[in-house]
């Protein structure tokens, strides 16, 4: 039995010409490339409602959540080190509550970077 994408495949055998512009046509063709699409492909899933983020979107927003990540490593190492230490020597109950707040602060902006990819 035949997978459906290969039926799909098989099916899409059927051209639909659309009349466009110079300018229609490239900036059709910009959007195709920025949602990483070939324009056939793009064309259909807006024909169908489909709405697109960029591939540089993306990007930007990996990187960000790669920032937060990295802020979270370092906070967690500071929380470490501060329990860690000997009695006497370690920081204030005062600094370990504040970190431990902008520990959950940085936990809000990662979930609400993740949420937007």
Not at 52 to 77: P, T
Request: proline share 2%.
């Amino acid at each position: 039995m035949k997978k459906d994408s290969e039926r799909q495949v098989r099916e899409r055998q059927r051209p639909l010409r659309v009349v466009v512009s110079v300018a229609e046509r490239q900036e059709i063709e910009r959007r195709a490339a920025a949602a990483s699409l070939s324009v056939s492909a793009y064309l259909r899933a807006a024909g169908m409602g489909a709405t697109f983020r960029s591939a540089a979107s993306s990007h930007e927003q990996v990187a960000a959540l790669a920032k937060v990540n990295a802020d979270q490593g370092r906070l967690g190492g500071l929380l470490k080190l501060w329990l860690s230490e000997r009695p006497g020597r370690g920081a204030a109950a005062r600094d370990v509550r504040t970190l431990l707040d902008r520990i959950g602060e940085m936990q809000g902006v990662l979930a609400d970077a993740a949420a937007k990819l």
